[in-house]
């Protein structure tokens, strides 16, 4: 079992027939506001992405464009690396399928697992979905007219002798976990599809494939034999854990994936971790607990796809970054992403409403209000040290209430809401107008810092997605410090931190350029 503080937040390792795009950002991008927000509530984080390279469509790929499945790989996956740190991404490892300590971990499981007959060599004929990389039972496939459930293109048939998974033995034991773990998936609505799905029957599933050439991780002993590709990929959960020198970071508290990938992680992989205990004596590996699926960003109200060209790539989301600025990216990810079971439509005209409101008009304009009054009144110092009357126990019902999303992405928006209600309790005290008479001076030092305290406490809400302008908000307020706390992983407390009075009396407020300028059109 981990330890309690520990916290383990994967995302999909990603294919590297191609460069990132959208999909790939975003779940990199909610995986790392909840891993800092984490840090910051003082849990000791471990963040995982990387890249699954041994697939078909990587050596296709690369030969089309006449390169070497190695320098493509390496192409992409340097440019996945590149994307993430771009992006702003923390993880604390990048792994890379094609690495020797990935290779040699699978290589040891699937020998475990055939020593135990969880796996063993027979024979399959079936639907192949060679886009996804899997086989399509009978039926699902009949009701997609033979044509892939997730990109159209047709499937193909497949005969070959194989190595199975015995997964027709998980059917109980898959039942019973999600029975006893109500958060195993999540959200809900996919936790039912998965039982769903479990009760119809769980068959055997081939693992290996033979003649695909010589790309990949070949079977322990049976060197004919390639390991199937998600067989490989899943197992990178575990290979980057180094179970030595992470183990208490095990079990992982989240895998962050999109509904596609679904059944793998829900169904197999779970079962492929009891049969990796049972191989190797119980809770060697221990199941997660959460896969957490999302749903899919479409664009401009279509699915996204090269040939329709409304695909958001890389150039476009750099696009974003340079007028808006990398956090307005986060932000948007955050507050409208498809992070339930709805898919989200990604729109221009979306983004800069969102922008606008949310941004310039509510988190930026606040702050600016506030420092150009108090620079304005009381020459730029917060004087006077006040408690919360009038605005603390608004910002602790907002507090209080619970995000719709069990990641905790959701206290992003708890931000916003704090920030509004300042907004509203200078529209209610109106220290513009109390201003004009000097006898009011000390009622207006009170409702300033009100402001600014309250501020920084939204800051603390809204830094996970926000992180360079919060940074920017704490650096014109004195509390840089805070930037060490959060490099310091697992020393910050949110409590200590948001509780009321934070600022000191006679902390000063700098003046600076716009936190986030209006943005319009022309
Ligand atoms: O499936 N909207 O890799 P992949 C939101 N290698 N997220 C999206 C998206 C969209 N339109 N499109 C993709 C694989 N994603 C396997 C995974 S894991 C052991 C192996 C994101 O490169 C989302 O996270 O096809 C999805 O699950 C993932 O990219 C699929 O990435």
């Known amino acids: 079992m981990n330890s309690d503080d520990s916290f383990y937040i994967s995302t999909p390792i990603f294919y590297v027939n191609d460069r990132p795009h959208i999909g790939h950002i975003y779940t990199a991008t909610i995986a790392d506001i909840v891993a800092r927000r984490q840090r910051m509530i003082g849990r000791e984080v471990f963040f995982l992405t990387g890249t699954d390279e041994h697939a078909a469509k990587v050596v296709d790929a690369a030969s089309d464009r006449g390169l070497s499945t190695r320098a493509w790989a390496d192409q ?13 991404i923390s993880n604390d490892d990048f792994i890379r399928t094609s690495e020797q300590r990935h290779i040699e971990f699978v290589e040891k499981v699937v020998s475990d697992l055939e020593a135990t007959g969880d796996v063993y060599l027979g024979q399959y004929e079936g639907w192949y979905d060679v886009s996804q990389e899997e086989y399509v039972p009978e039926s699902r496939a009949k009701e997609h007219e033979f044509c892939s459930p997730v990109t159209r293109k047709p499937l193909v048939r497949r005969a070959e002798e194989n190595y199975f998974f015995r997964l027709s033995e998980y059917s109980k034991p898959m039942l019973e976990l999600l029975e006893r773990n109500p958060d195993f998936v999540k959200p809900e609505a996919r936790k039912n599809e998965v039982i769903g799905r479990i009760k119809e029957g769980l068959a055997d599933v081939p693992i290996s494939r033979t003649g695909g050439g010589d790309w990949g991780v070949s079977f322990p002993g049976n060197p004919k034999h390639m390991i199937y590709v998600w067989i490989d990929a899943l197992l990178n959960y575990a290979s980057a854990i180094d179970l030595d020198r992470r183990r208490h970071y095990w079990p992982a508290t989240v895998h962050l994936i999109a509904k596609d990938i679904l059944w793998f992680h829900a169904v197999i992989w779970p079962s492929l971790l009891m049969a990796i205990s049972k191989a190797r004596g119980n809770e060697w590996l221990s199941v997660p607990n959460t896969v957490y699926a999302h749903s899919f960003w479409i664009s401009e109200g279509q699915k996204m796809s090269k040939s329709l060209g409304n695909f958001i790539d890389l150039e476009q989301l750099h696009g974003y970054k340079e007028r808006f600025g990398l956090d307005a990216l986060r932000f948007f990810f955050a507050t409208q992403g ?52 009038g605005l603390g126990a608004e910002l602790e019902r ?104 934070g600022l000191s009396e006679g902390t000063e407020l700098l003046e600076g350029p716009a936190l986030f300028p209006r943005y319009s059109e022309e």
């Not at 209600?421 to 008479?437: G, N, R």
Request: with cysteine; glycine share 8%.
């Open 76 to 88: 992409n996956a340097g440019a996945f690396r590149k994307a993430f740190q771009d992006f702003g």
């Open 338 to 389: 498809p992070l339930d079971t709805m898919d989200g439509d990604f729109s221009r005209s979306r983004f800069i409403e969102v922008y606008n409101s949310d941004l310039a008009n509510t988190v930026g304009n606040s702050w600016n209000r506030i420092v150009n009054m108090t620079r304005r009144y009381c020459a730029g110092r917060l004087n006077r040290k006040v408690d919360g009357e």
């Open 398 to 501: 907002i507090a209080s209430k619970k995000p719709q999303d069990s990641l905790g992405v959701g206290y992003v928006s708890h931000g916003v809401e704090m920030i509004k209600a300042i907004d509203s309790y200078i529209q209610e005290t109106q220290p513009f107008k109390l201003a004009k008479d000097a006898s009011n001076s000390s009622q207006v030092e009170e409702i300033l810092y009100r402001c600014a305290e309250a501020y920084r406490i939204a800051s603390l809400y809204l830094w996970p997605a926000l992180t360079e302008k919060m940074t920017e908000v704490w650096y014109r307020s004195g509390l840089l410090s805070y930037t060490e706390v959060l490099k310091n992983r697992g020393s910050g407390d949110l409590e200590q931190w948001t509780a009321w009075g």
